[in-house]
């Protein structure tokens, strides 16, 4: 199928208007447009701008826009590397206009030279505008100028060389976008470089900086070299230079060369040599004069590889290739792994895109390729993109190994720490046990103490198992639960006794218990019935001679429907018949009489202070008389006021 002329017209112009449509964004994007742009690096800290053809005459009728932009919060520096515009009235024929996008007043335009005082301009924005215009024109170079923020201090142009600085040893910061600017280095990283070389470009070629960030660099001036070789690394190939003043040599961290433990490959060049004996290029063997052989794959394989495996992971910086005069790559990607199963391809720091690394140019077999940023891997793999004759090589790799992770040594304090801490726990449980029984035995100890001061004899005791008082609610009285015995009775007297137990059989169980013998009744009484000990009950008459103490009335269990002797059972309560003469209950059949002297205002007496002796008769109260079965009936008690 072929177009007609008129076809591949309009094809042309299709394609033509999109690749203008595409160039344009894409400059856009990248911060430019215009046709007059030349020279530009711009990376997120720094960059490098210059005019079209610089340093030669840019051209004419041109024009070109550069947006600037840094970190929010940060202020841009320029410098001014070089600025050469023809001059003329109102710079018609050429000229640069700086505008901060923070509303402050344009620098420009400009035209002519800059004074060196002018070359300095800072601007008060993270954010700027640079234009250039031509017009017609005869002489001018242009101008190459840098920029960096405010973070970094020391910015140099990349036109600066060694021999401008004095010092032993100086720090600086070089711009992104040194790699290409035009200027001559001679020497290498290894043996230094001559003091007229341009300063930036050759922190690249040293593998000291990345040509699209830029950064800051230390440089110590040496003792001169009678001759400085050329080499090629990084993309950037150095002269020959002769005997100079001094010698630049770069600081450079983690750049000791890694041992390589183990080599794979996708074929390997089986060679017979003269004498008929079969050689195996592979990095394992070794030559007839001793020397490691390169690998080398075999003529067939039109997709080699090399993989390499390192001793231990480390930090990987740089790769050194070195080939043969008749066999030698010319470039390759480069794939990294952990554990060699997951593989990851090396990209750009910019642009994120597949990075091809040069091997060789204009017979320089030996080639440095540094990586910004390094890799921490521990398996390295090459796929070479273009050779001579085959793919062949061998290689160093260039870094640090990782500091291998030591438990922390422990101090002879600090292990026997947990051992202090279980003896303290356990010693503080034996105490808190020991202070528990303790308390237990002691509590065990006062307890029988406090029985056997207010325990009843064992006959009393038995006697009030099976008996109940023969009173009614009414007739009992209840008094404080402890009482002196020169207590006055209360007055009026109450008259509420308190009510005993009642047992399942219906029988009330006597609850009245033997105080301490302390000051007693004359006969019958040895002891003060109202001196009762603890929250024992009370009863205001005095008990009858008998051999035990506080027995209830009666043993025989209550029938509802039968008068007892002490009174008729109503609902389980007894209820006692009483006598009342005048205004005061008396006892039919034994009454008492009291001293005098005793007689207390409610209308009892004292007890008698002569316990274990005879007393006056005046004294003793007066026995009563015993009282029969029949007589029961009409026995009386007195009743409190």
Not at 6 to 33: H, K, L, M, P, T
Not at 131 to 143: E, Y
Not at 203 to 212: E, I, K, L, T, Y
């Amino acid at each position: 199928m072929f177009l007609k002329p008129g076809q591949i017209r309009d094809a042309v112009n299709y394609f033509g208007s999109f690749w203008i449509i595409f160039s344009v964004v894409f400059i856009i994007v990248n911060g430019q447009e215009g046709n007059g742009c030349g020279h530009t690096v711009m990376g997120t800290e720094s960059g490098t701008l210059a005019s079209q053809n610089y340093p030669g005459t840019y051209p004419v009728d041109s024009w070109c826009k550069w947006r600037l932009r840094v970190p929010k919060g940060r202020t841009l520096r320029l410098l001014f590397g070089d600025f050469d515009v023809e001059r003329s009235p109102g710079c018609r024929n050429g000229s640069l206009t700086i505008t901060s996008n923070d509303g402050a007043p344009s620098l420009g335009p400009l035209c002519g030279q800059l004074e060196a005082s002018e070359k300095n301009v800072t601007v008060n924005s993270n954010e700027v505008t640079i234009v250039f215009n031509s017009g017609p024109h005869h002489s001018g170079r242009g101008f190459l100028f840098s920029y960096t923020t405010d973070q970094h201090s020391g910015l140099i142009s990349c036109r600066q060389r060694g021999t401008h600085f004095i010092s032993q040893q100086f720090s600086v910061y070089c711009p992104a976008g040194c790699k290409d600017v035009t200027g001559d280095i001679c020497g290498h990283s290894e043996q230094g470089y001559r003091d007229t070389s341009v300063l930036c470009k050759a922190a690249v070629h040293a593998g000291v900086v990345s040509d699209n960030v830029g950064g800051q660099i230390t440089v110590t001036r040496g003792r001169s070299l009678t001759l400085y070789e050329s080499s090629f690394a990084n993309g950037i190939l150095s002269k020959m230079g002769s005997l100079s003043e001094k010698k630049l040599v770069f600081s450079k961290e983690c750049n000791e060369e890694l041992t390589v433990s183990g080599f794979n490959a996708s074929s390997i060049w089986r060679e017979v040599n003269k004498l008929g004996q079969l050689v195996l290029w592979s990095p394992k063997n070794m030559d007839a004069e001793g020397q490691l052989l390169p690998w080398a794959s075999d003529g067939s394989d039109r997709e080699p590889w090399l993989e390499l495996e390192l001793t231990d992971k480390g930090s990987v910086t740089g790769i050194i290739t070195r080939g043969s005069a008749d066999f030698y790559i010319e470039s390759y990607v480069l794939l990294f792994s952990k554990d060699r199963r997951n593989w990851k391809v090396y990209k750009a720091a910019l642009s994120r895109e597949k990075k091809v690394f040069e091997a060789h140019s204009d017979g320089h077999l030996r080639v440095l390729n540094s990586l910004f940023p390094p890799v921490v891997v521990r398996y390295l793999r090459l796929q070479p993109q273009s050779w001579q004759g085959r793919a062949s090589a061998h290689v160093q790799v260039l870094g640090c190994p990782l500091p291998k992770i030591h438990p922390r040594p422990r101090s002879a304090g600090g292990s026997n720490q947990p051992v202090i801490v279980v003896v303290g726990v356990i010693l503080g449980l034996i105490l808190c046990v020991s202070c528990l029984l303790a308390g237990v035995w002691w509590n065990r100890r006062k307890k029988p103490a406090h029985m056997k001061k207010y325990s009843l004899p064992k006959v009393a005791s038995q006697s009030l198992q099976g008996k109940s008082l023969p009173c009614s609610d009414s007739e009992l009285i209840s008094y404080p639960l402890e009482r002196g015995v020169h207590d006055a009775l209360p007055n009026p007297p109450l008259n509420d006794y308190a009510e005993p137990d009642v047992v399942a059989g219906g029988q009330k169980l006597g609850s009245t218990f033997r105080p301490t013998v302390e000051v007693g009744y004359t006969v019958p009484f040895t002891f003060n019935h109202y001196d009762t000990p603890g929250k024992l009950l009370e009863h205001t008459e005095p008990l009858p001679l008998e051999s035990e103490y506080a027995t209830p009335f009666s043993d025989q269990p209550p029938d509802p429907n039968l008068a007892t002797p002490q009174g008729t059972l109503h609902n389980n309560k007894h209820v006692l018949p009483m006598v009342s003469t005048r205004t005061r209950t008396t006892i039919t059949q034994a009454q008492y009489d009291c001293p005098s002297h005793r007689e207390l205002p409610n209308g009892y007496c004292t007890t008698s202070l002569h316990a274990n002796g005879p007393c006056p008769a005046s004294v003793v109260y007066t026995e009563p008389e015993p009282l029969s079965s029949n007589s029961l009936l009409q026995h009386t008690y007195e009743e409190p006021f």
